[in-house]
């Protein structure tokens, strides 16, 4: 099994930056594509960035030119680095891999906010 664990988030002014960590650790051999979702309140989840099987990363356009996703494979760590961030930018941000088998793995989410 994989498992996943966030770091990074906290409370920023806007106009700031943010870097969130996703640690993987157990079969990380399984991991088929990682990314990071966010969810705010009262909103479905959505995804922030990803990163393709191929290595590709995917934005949508809210955060394009703003975030950018990237791995370490040395340490079976994802970040994100938020900049220019934006109070609508505020919710909880999860960590997310889909193995090889298929399975959808999330971690426990960390919290960013943004004050305007």
């Known amino acids: 099994q994989v498992q996943l664990v966030e770091s990074g988030g906290g409370l920023v002014q806007a106009g700031g930056s943010l870097r969130l960590s996703c640690a993987a650790s157990?079969?990380?051999?399984?991991?088929?594509?990682i990314g990071w979702y966010r969810q705010a309140p009262g909103k479905q989840r959505e995804l922030a960035a990803g990163?393709?099987?191929?290595?590709?990363?995917e934005y949508p356009d809210s955060v394009k030119g703003r975030f950018t996703i990237s791995r370490d494979n040395a340490k079976n760590t994802v970040y994100l680095q938020m900049n220019s961030l934006k109070p609508e930018d505020t919710a909880m941000y999860y960590c997310n891999t889909v193995t090889w088998t298929g399975d959808i793995i999330w971690g426990q989410g960390t919290q960013v906010t943004v004050s305007s």
């Open positions: 157990g079969d990380t051999f399984r991991i088929r594509v």
């Open positions: 990163i393709s099987e191929m290595g590709i990363p």
